[in-house]
Nanobody, 122 residues
Framework: QVQLQESGPGLVKPSQTLSLTCTVS??????????WSWIRQPPGLGLEWMGA???????YYNPSLKSRTSISRDTSKNQFTLQLNSVTPEDTAVYYC??????????????WGQGTQVTVSS
């Protein structure tokens, strides 16, 4: 059974960097052609795909967030991480990590973490 678990601080101050880690069990992030993605949902709004890393190590970003986003992985720990720089209150959202076959087709994501609430506030 594939499981994903997000971890990181729930409160980040404006202008600081948001850092989250997704720990994966039941599957390796270095095998098969899946997109290991970060997806967020601000309050009252829809899902927004932020970026992904594939088994090969190739990284893809949402163009609207690319200048502030960095995704990396630690294959020894079977984890991938998200960093979002210069956060503002508009970055307040529930952040999910997920595994999918297509970056923008949420129906193609078969496994999701439970989500973690991140609030940007001073």
């Amino acid at each position: 059974q594939v499981q994903l678990q997000e971890s990181g601080p729930g409160l980040v101050k404006p202008s600081q960097t948001l850092s989250l880690t997704c720990t994966v069990s039941g599957a390796s992030i270095t095998t098969n052609s899946y997109y290991w993605s970060w997806i967020r949902q601000p309050p009252g709004l829809g899902l927004e795909w932020m970026g992904a890393i594939r088994n090969s190590g190739s990284i893809y970003y949402n163009p609207s967030l690319k200048s502030r986003t960095s995704i990396s992985r630690d294959t020894s720990k079977n984890q991938f991480t998200l960093q979002l720089n210069s956060v503002t209150p508009e970055d307040t959202a529930v952040y999910y990590c997920a595994r999918g076959l297509d970056v923008n087709n949420y129906a193609a994501y078969g496994y999701w973490g439970q989500g973690t609430q991140v609030t940007v506030s001073s």
